[in-house]
T-cell receptor
């Protein structure tokens, strides 16, 4: 079984500040990890993913995440928050089994103030 | 490409009524999924399909049925709606690899 824990249902930052959204996962086999973003009243959009290879992955809009196996973490960062980054962020885990499904965390709402 | 589309966008039902939500994708994806999203709960998997003519139960399947008669369509049915099924429903699809799912815009369902 797999699971995802996102620490903090809400994170508030000032525009231009560092963004750090935390994600820890549990998986009995090597995981594939994803971050999705959801803007108000929209569906989910893929931000970035880790499957194999380089543990630091870069996504859209300046976001990046680092896979740390020893810490079972996949935290999302952005060095400089923009007002347009205000959204809900979801971490998700799956495995490389063909029938494997995605398990989502409960999400973190990022609030950006001017 | 339209990607993943969902019909309808909004719906209000009375308790006991039935309805069908339609999900369509034009990317020739094998896998399709139905999720519900509730405040503070993230997305929870209702049912999924690994190919035309196949379906399987997810985390919260009770009260829902699905069908995948055509590869591009995945239908979610509520036979007798209950207020607990008030939610936002998302459909998603993916190819075999690299496992990322593509989401539709969602259907907001209210059951009174």
């Amino acid at each position: 079984a797999q699971s995802v824990t996102q620490l903090g249902s809400h994170v508030s930052v000032s525009e231009g500040a560092l963004v750090l959204l935390r994600c820890n996962y549990s998986s009995s086999v090597p995981p594939y990890l994803f971050w999705y973003v959801q803007y108000p009243n929209q569906g989910l959009q893929l931000l970035l993913k880790y499957t194999t290879g380089a543990t630091l992955v870069k996504g859209i809009n300046g976001f990046e995440a680092e896979f740390k196996k020893s810490e079972t973490s996949f935290h999302l960062t952005n060095p400089s928050a923009h007002m347009s980054d205000a959204a809900a962020y979801f971490c998700a885990v799956t495995t490389n089994s063909g029938y494997s499904t995605l398990t989502f965390g409960k999400g973190t709402m990022l609030l950006v103030s001017p | 490409n339209a990607g993943v589309t969902q019909t309808p966008k909004f719906r209000v039902l009375k308790t006991g009524q039935s309805m069908t939500l339609l999900c369509a994708q034009d990317m020739n994806h094998e896998y399709m999924y139905w999720y519900r999203q509730d405040p503070g709960m993230g997305l929870r998997l209702i049912h999924y399909s690994v190919g035309e003519g196949t379906t399987a139960k997810g985390e919260v399947p009770d009260g829902y049925n699905v069908s995948r008669l055509k590869k591009q369509n995945f239908l979610l049915g509520l036979e007798s709606a209950a207020p607990s099924q008030t939610s936002v429903y998302f459909c998603a699809s993916r190819p075999g690899q690299p496992y990322e799912q593509y989401f539709g815009p969602g259907t907001r369902l209210t059951v009174t």
